[in-house]
């Protein structure tokens, strides 16, 4: 099976920025699409980018186009979501996840979850 360790959530004030990384291990990284869900307190889990396995294909939620970026580093096994412009809607825990068999922003699709990153935005 495939294990993902997300790191880099924090507190940051509104506006500023973090980067989140996913360390994953087990399995060929190379070989699943990958993901980055959110999920705040008493809501549920919302996609909030994707990446194809050869980073042809991106995508993003409405709520973070233009502030958030979604990249991988295959070589090192690394998913990243690079988060400017926080605010404090983005609060939330931040899961990595990975598909074997699609790129979606169902969570249904994939089939490893990540134990998640507190990402706190005060304003």
């Known amino acids: 099976q495939v294990q993902l360790v997300e790191s880099g959530g924090g507190l940051v004030q509104t506006g500023g920025s973090l980067r989140l990384s996913c360390a994953a291990s087990g399995r060929t990284f190379s070989s699943y699409a990958r993901g980055w869900f959110r999920q705040a307190p008493g809501k549920e889990r919302e996609f909030v980018a994707a990446i194809s396995r050869s980073a042809t294909r991106i995508s993003y939620a409405d709520s973070v186009k233009g502030r958030f970026s979604i990249s991988r580093d295959n070589a090192k096994n690394t998913l990243y979501l690079q988060m400017n412009s926080l605010k404090p809607e983005d609060t939330a825990v931040y899961y990595c996840?990975?598909?074997?068999?699609?790129?979606?922003?169902?969570?249904?699709?994939?089939?490893?979850w990540g134990q998640g990153t507190q990402v706190t935005v005060s304003s």
């Open positions: 996840a990975a598909s074997l068999d699609s790129y979606t922003s169902r969570g249904d699709g994939y089939d490893y």
